[in-house]
């Protein structure tokens, strides 16, 4: 495995695009870029996997299953059996920061 | 505050109006208990500029110290005497988020919303869905920002639309969601055009960003590390203990800061190859180590100390993804499966390993 982050589950369908534009304001990594007749994929690969776009898209054109991307919640999160790894709040056992420097 | 609203004051004689008809407490949707206060709208007053104190909680803040002492009571806030007309931006209440966004609106008058997000910085508020979609919906009803401002209009930060969605938004509130920038800083650029940059758009990991993050990090592997440190210095290994504290101060210090060029996508194996560099005087020094030890035997311990260190900085540098603001979780979930298998077989391996030479030494080999 050379790349753990090449794939994501990030998927677009760019038959349900209503080119409101929303997708490329929100994406913090430019995944997505705005064109004349719908929105175009443009950088899938640095997807992170935050679920902006999804949440903002009024017409369903993308999916993603959205989470955070630490090592330390998600250890943390089966080590405690808890099924969703989450950073914040204070029992959390996440980031050395905290959750604040983390996404 | 907004519970106070909301506790009947009428004396029990009197009977209860009817929820749709109460002036302050208007029940939300069906099958939601709360209610919701539409109140006389209180509005704090702050300012532009930061003070000692405020300076002081960053710094303390940025040391990992007290971190869930950092709220501010949420609600609304008023900057530079704003107008019903003037902008309403809408924050977590995190000191720093707050602050951020106050000092770089100079001048600039308007209503600050501040969402109850525990405490926590708006991304991670946002991924964890307490900055989002409900919160504001019901802080717009509670803060009575309706009877403030004459426009329907919010600017959010950017990141915080990984917890808000702005159609659901104008749906439930009939409040615009705007997105500015993701940082704060850049306000006062995006207010003339209303227009973010790509650049304003992206986040940035550079070596301020990330130097930053080192005194959290390091205080929040301080006492683990002197209490391995002090067991192993205790158990007569010195050497030991040093190189211990090496490989987890090599995870937390250098790691971030060194991270862009260290080749390689994976965390894990950036963490292996910076340990390679980190092990070397350890091993060198086992290699040429005074005594009469056997060629082989030195290498071995050369060899523990390699698969040890390793072991030790790839775990710390792995679990560095969650301080960065580009990996998914897709990618940190195949690191771990795939690595930390190898780091715990890593680790076995150099106590196996330790425990043979030192076997082999008592044979006088």
């Known amino acids: 495995?050379?790349?753990?982050?090449?794939?994501?589950?990030?998927?677009?369908?760019?038959?349900?695009?209503?080119?409101?534009?929303?997708?490329?304001?929100?994406?913090?990594?430019?995944?997505?870029?705005?064109?004349?007749?719908?929105?175009?994929?443009?950088?899938?690969?640095?997807?992170?996997e935050c679920g902006a776009c999804q949440l903002n898209?009024?017409?369903?054109?993308?999916?993603?299953?959205?989470?955070?991307?630490?090592?330390?919640?998600?250890?943390?999160?089966?080590l405690t059996g808890n099924k969703e790894a989450t950073c914040g709040g204070?029992?959390?056992?996440?980031?050395?920061?905290?959750?604040?420097?983390?996404? | 505050m907004s519970?106070?609203?909301?506790?009947?004051?009428?004396?029990?004689?009197?009977?209860?109006?009817?929820?749709?008809?109460?002036?302050?407490?208007?029940?939300?949707g069906v099958g939601d208990s709360e209610t919701v206060c539409r109140t006389e709208s209180i509005e704090r007053p702050t300012t532009s500029a930061l003070n000692l104190a405020n300076y002081w909680d960053h710094f303390v803040a940025r040391c990992g110290i007290n971190r869930d002492r950092r709220r501010i009571t949420p609600g609304l806030y008023s900057l530079d005497h704003p107008t019903?007309?003037?902008?309403?931006?809408?924050?977590?209440?995190?000191?720093?988020?707050?602050?951020?966004?106050r000092s770089a609106l100079p001048s600039v008058s308007a209503h600050l919303l501040v969402l109850d997000t525990k405490g926590i910085n708006v991304w991670c508020a946002a991924g964890k869905g307490t900055f989002g979609t409900d919160e504001l919906v019901?802080?717009?009803?509670?803060?009575?920002?309706?009877?403030?401002?004459?426009?329907?209009?919010?600017?959010?930060?950017?990141?915080?639309?990984?917890?808000?969605?702005?159609?659901?938004?104008?749906?439930?509130?009939?409040?615009?969601?705007?997105?500015?920038?993701?940082?704060?800083r850049d306000l006062?650029?995006?207010?003339?055009?209303?227009?973010?940059?790509?650049?304003?758009?992206?986040?940035?990991?550079?070596?301020?960003?990330?130097?930053?993050?080192?005194?959290?990090?390091?205080?929040?592997?301080?006492?683990?590390?002197?209490?391995?440190?002090?067991?192993?210095?205790?158990?007569?290994?010195?050497?030991?203990?040093?190189?211990?504290?090496?490989?987890?101060?090599?995870?937390?210090?250098?790691f971030p800061i060194l991270l862009p060029w260290l080749p390689t996508p994976n965390f894990a194996t950036k963490g292996f190859i910076l340990d390679a560099l980190v092990a070397i005087p350890f091993a060198w020094a086992q290699l040429v180590s005074k005594g009469e030890i056997g060629p082989l035997v030195r290498v071995g311990w050369a060899g523990v100390c390699f698969l040890a260190m390793s072991s030790v900085t790839a775990f710390v540098c792995l679990n560095f993804t969650g301080s960065t603001p580009f990996t998914s979780?897709?990618?940190?979930?195949?690191?771990?499966?795939?690595?930390?298998?190898?780091?715990?077989?890593?680790?076995g391996g150099a106590v196996v390993l330790a425990i043979a030479l030192s076997f082999l030494a008592h044979r006088g080999l």
Not at chain 2, 84 to 101: E, I, K, M
Not at chain 2, 197 to 205: D, G, I, L, N, Q
């Open chain 1, 1 to 48: 495995m050379l790349n753990a982050y090449k794939s994501n589950t990030l998927s677009y369908d760019p038959e349900l695009c209503s080119n409101c534009g929303m997708c490329s304001i929100v994406c913090p990594h430019s995944v997505f870029a705005p064109d004349d007749d719908v929105a175009k994929l443009v950088r899938a690969e640095a997807c992170m």
């Open chain 1, 57 to 78: 898209c009024p017409a369903g054109a993308i999916t993603v299953e959205s989470g955070v991307g630490c090592a330390a919640a998600m250890i943390g999160a089966a």
């Open chain 1, 90 to 103: 204070s029992e959390s056992v996440c980031c050395p920061g905290g959750a604040d420097d983390c996404k």
């Open chain 2, 3 to 28: 519970e106070d609203c909301c506790t009947p004051r009428r004396p029990r004689s009197v009977p209860p109006r009817r929820p749709e008809a109460s002036a302050c407490c208007a029940p939300r």
């Open chain 2, 84 to 101: 019903p007309d003037s902008h309403v931006f809408v924050t977590a209440n995190y000191t720093l988020s707050f602050d951020a966004l």
């Open chain 2, 138 to 184: 019901n802080r717009i009803e509670a803060s009575g920002l309706r009877n403030v401002v004459r426009h329907r209009r919010l600017i959010l930060p950017q990141l915080g639309a990984a917890g808000v969605s702005a159609h659901e938004v104008r749906k439930r509130s009939g409040f615009e969601v705007e997105y500015g920038p993701v940082r704060a």
């Open chain 2, 188 to 254: 006062p650029e995006y207010l003339k055009t209303r227009k973010a940059t790509p650049e304003m758009r992206r986040v940035r990991f550079n070596l301020a960003d990330r130097l930053i993050l080192i005194p959290v990090e390091l205080l929040g592997v301080l006492s683990p590390v002197l209490v391995i440190g002090a067991v192993l210095y205790a158990l007569g290994h010195p050497m030991v203990s040093l190189a211990a504290i090496v490989a987890i101060i090599a995870g937390v210090v250098f």
């Open chain 2, 329 to 347: 979780r897709t990618g940190v979930r195949r690191e771990i499966f795939t690595y930390v298998p190898v780091m715990a077989w890593m680790l």
